[in-house]
């Protein structure tokens, strides 16, 4: 009865660690990029329920698992059907960045949402099957956001990824806005000649005159 029970103890911290290094492990994946993680046939294996080490179909036969690994990414991940373009599904990220709900864009087409007056004119070449990436802008009446779109076409879905770059954009903007004001600051203080070496970053900008007159 001892040996038992010193057996079920350490089964049971065995179970525990492991549980908290898939947490670890999931975290982590977390913050991979969702094109990445789809791509990758030994990660997609191990996260439908496979962890033998042979070459499996890649049927995923833990479809809940993975739906909810898709819910947790950070990103928005649209999938449509690749034919008709109507939206099979999203997960949660799609409403927060784009303030839509699931359940209004379900069923509707996924082309004509991306093409809309909602985002900039090249919007549209995210449905070119030789571009990687874009950057587009998505308006609102409230503000506007910034956004990285990429995607996975496939023979009977596209998955369309989408990354808030809001932040990187002000912070650039607002970096871009400093050195303007900074550049017109240096501009007033010095010759032009010189406050373009400084500018160029140039450190040494002295130089010798001939004669000078001073009044």
Not at 6 to 30: D, G, M, T
Not at 58 to 87: C, M, T, W
Not at 156 to 181: A, C, R
Request: glycine share 4%; proline share 2%; charged share 20%.
């Amino acid at each position: 009865l001892i040996v038992s029970f010193f057996i079920v103890i350490a089964i049971y911290v065995q179970a525990e660690n492991s549980s908290q290094r898939i947490k670890f492990a999931l975290s982590l994946l977390l913050q991979c990029p969702i094109n990445v993680v789809m791509q990758t046939s030994k990660v997609m294996d191990i996260l439908s329920g496979d962890f033998g080490s042979k070459a499996q179909d890649s049927h995923i036969r833990h479809k809940e698992f993975f739906d909810a690994i898709v819910q947790s990414i950070p990103d928005s991940v649209i999938v449509l059907n690749n034919g008709n373009y109507e939206i099979i599904s999203m997960n949660r990220s799609t409403e927060r960045i784009y303030g839509i709900k699931i359940d209004e864009m379900i069923g509707t087409n996924g082309k004509t949402f991306f093409t809309s007056s909602s985002f900039s004119p090249n919007s549209a070449e995210i449905f070119d099957e030789d571009t990687q990436f874009i950057h587009v802008r998505y308006s609102t009446n409230e503000n506007d956001s910034y956004l990285r779109l990429s995607h996975i076409i496939t023979k009977s879905h596209i998955v369309i990824t989408s990354t808030d770059q809001t932040n990187i954009y002000s912070y650039n903007k607002l970096i871009s806005d400093e050195k303007e004001k900074s550049d017109k600051l240096l501009a007033s203080i010095l010759p032009s000649n010189l406050s373009k070496r400084v500018q160029n970053g140039e450190e040494n900008i002295s130089f010798s005159v001939q004669s000078a007159t001073l009044l």
